[in-house]
């Protein structure tokens, strides 16, 4: 293991801010986190534990230490006739992880192709696209305690999952390091009209899927279908971070009570809305609001105020074209919250950690 001083972290988070770490350091194995762990006890400085940086807003240079946490392995676990149950360590990436499981043939984080980050980062804010949260498919969750380095693995009900929510951003919030994450996932047949595996659905009637596949000339798709399909509409519509810096989606979609909705409707009849899925229903009474449209009416589209901006395309993602600074986005975004909560009387909140 490495300690290094004043490390840029530029390359080590997608916004592409040009922040300092005082200290940073890998930590490759489960042992050297502990070791780590231990060593934060006797010097008494702030830590952050980085996967791949890229839900997060540096605001300024971190004071403490950065620990990224780089451990690697996928380990198949356990083998039936009809489901894997499979566990990755924290460090790997996780578009790689969803390759590896495609091409074996094993469903259920197709439709989540091509998020940016690690394995060990997807149960803190329950990723999710086209359809799909990953806490559809986590069985448990294998974390270590700050405070006393104990080891402890969390059932899938034990992770409190919500929409983008879980336990790791409430009461274990800097608690815990995620080690591994075990997965349960359906086995599927790469035959289109293989029924040995037919029980499985895949989730086509999300967004554009259906369409995409079509494009593509796909009538009865296999599972590394429904991820190219995926992979291209991502591609398509999310701005690329390499080319502007970005952290997806920045504010969360509000949940609001229906009868709030109906009164908005009165004034504003072409609020979308969406009913959250029958298995995912917390309550009938709550429906979900895409941020984007409310940005939108706000006039926020396309806005660029020096290098800090609201992407064109998909006003969800504020964007970095260069130089603006986290306190740059941090600005822009209030400034949003303020005009959404103005117009419509919603609170947006940040989906993206914001490091201050
Ligand atoms: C272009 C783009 C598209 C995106 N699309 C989506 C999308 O469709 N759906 C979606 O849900 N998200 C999306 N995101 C957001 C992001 O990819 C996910 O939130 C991802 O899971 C973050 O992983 P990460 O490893 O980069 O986490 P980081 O940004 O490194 O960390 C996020 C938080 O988790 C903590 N953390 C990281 N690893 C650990 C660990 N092992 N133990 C404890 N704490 C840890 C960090 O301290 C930080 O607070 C997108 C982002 C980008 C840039």
Same mark, same amino acid.
């Given at each position: 293991m490495h300690l290094d001083q004043k490390v840029s972290l530029k390359t080590h988070h997608?916004? @592409?801010?040009?922040v300092e770490a005082r200290y940073f350091v890998e930590a490759k194995t489960h042992t050297e986190v502990l070791t780590l762990l231990n060593y934060r006890h006797m010097i008494h400085m702030p830590i952050l534990f980085l996967g791949g940086g890229s839900n997060i807003l540096f605001t300024?240079?971190?004071p403490g230490i950065v620990i990224k946490i780089n451990s690697k392995g996928i380990e198949l676990k356990e083998d039936y006739d009809d489901h894997v149950v499979v566990t990755a360590e924290a460090g790997e990436n996780w578009d790689d992880f969803v390759q590896y499981c495609v091409d074996r043939g094993? %469903? #259920?984080?197709?439709?989540?192709?091509?998020? /940016? #980050?690690?394995v060990g980062a997807a149960p803190i804010q329950n990723i999710g696209a086209y359809g799909v949260e990953v806490s559809d498919v986590i069985q448990s969750v294998q974390v270590i305690e700050i405070e006393t380095g104990k080891q402890k693995r969390l059932t899938n009900a034990e992770c409190q999952f919500g929409y983008r929510d879980s336990i790791f951003k409430n009461a274990l919030k800097g608690k815990v390091i995620i080690l591994n994450v075990t997965f349960k996932l359906q086995k599927v047949s790469?035959?289109?009209?293989?029924?040995?595996? #037919?029980s499985y659905h895949f989730r086509?009637? =999300? @967004?554009d899927i259906r369409g995409e596949l079509e494009q593509m000339a796909?009538?009865? /798709?296999?599972i590394s279908d429904v991820r190219e399909a995926i992979c291209q509409i991502r591609r398509r519509k999310l701005p690329d971070p390499a080319i502007a810096g970005n952290a997806g989606s920045f504010f969360k979609n509000p949940v609001i009570e229906k009868k709030l909705l109906i009164s908005l409707q009165e004034r504003f009849p072409a609020m979308p809305f969406y009913q959250q899925v029958p298995e995912k229903?917390? *309550? *009938?009474?709550l429906v979900k609001i895409p941020a984007a449209w409310l940005i939108e009416q706000c006039g926020w589209k396309g806005y660029r105020i020096h290098d800090a901006g609201v992407h +064109?395309?998909? +006003?969800l993602v504020l964007v970095n =074209? @260069?130089? %603006?600074?986290g306190t740059d986005i941090l600005e822009l975004a209030n400034q949003i919250m303020d005009s959404v909560v103005q117009k419509f009387g919603i609170q947006l909140e940040p989906e993206v950690n914001v490091i201050s």
């Open positions: 997608t916004f @592409g801010m040009e300024r240079s971190f094993w %469903a #259920g984080i197709e439709n989540l192709s091509l998020i /940016p #980050g690690k790469d035959l289109p009209d293989d029924k040995v595996f #037919g086509l009637d =999300y @967004g796909v009538t009865i /798709p296999v229903l917390v *309550s *009938s009474d +064109p395309g998909q +006003p =074209y @260069g130089t %603006a600074t």
